[in-house]
């Protein structure tokens, strides 16, 4: 496995990377091999389109894996409350977290290289972070990894939280 995660620069989103933002959040939807990915503009359903719309409101952190001045992925978090909450809600104090990597540049260490860099710079502000994803999606075992534990599965997907106090 080559080592690209030591070649990665991370830099915090912004505004203007909500273009970027968008494509992650597609890219970010766990299609199971074999399986026909979905529409792109599945991202705008209500559903997927909290995660990013109006990107840069107060509460949401993220931050960009960038190489050679290419952005390949991103990681962020966000308060879903109310109307909003998201598929891994857990309270109004928890906020979800949403990672993807561009498909050519997964299983090299950037996904695990974000999520710990975001973990150091939210710490103090969050007492923890949640999330779901699908049970046959690889990326459990990352989570698992970097410490989230599971307390909901519907067979389906799983919700899990990462404390970080």
């Not at 389109?49 to 993220?62: A, I, K, L, M």
């Not at 894996?65 to 308060?79: F, H, Q, S, T, Y």
């Not at 561009?102 to 260490?109: A, C, F, N, T």
């Amino acid at each position: 496995m080559p080592l690209i995660a030591q070649n990665i620069q991370i830099r915090p989103l912004s505004k203007n990377d909500e273009p970027f933002l968008r494509e992650m959040l597609y890219h970010a939807i766990f299609v199971p091999e074999g399986a026909q990915p979905p529409p792109r503009d599945v991202i705008r359903n209500p559903e997927l389109s909290r995660y990013v719309n109006d990107w840069g409101q107060p509460g949401d952190d993220g931050y960009v894996a960038v190489i050679r001045d290419k952005p390949v992925g991103a990681v962020w978090i966000r308060l879903l409350t109310g109307n909003d909450k998201g598929y891994g809600y857990v309270d109004d104090e928890t906020p979800e977290l949403s990672i993807a990597i561009l498909p050519e540049y997964r299983g090299q260490g950037i996904g695990n290289a974000l999520i710990t860099y975001l973990f150091t710079e939210i710490y103090e502000r969050h007492p923890a972070v949640c999330l779901s994803v699908s049970e046959e999606n690889p990326a459990c075992r990352l989570y698992r990894r970097l410490g989230f534990e599971e307390i909901q599965n519907d067979g389906t997907s799983v919700k899990m939280i990462r404390k970080l106090i």
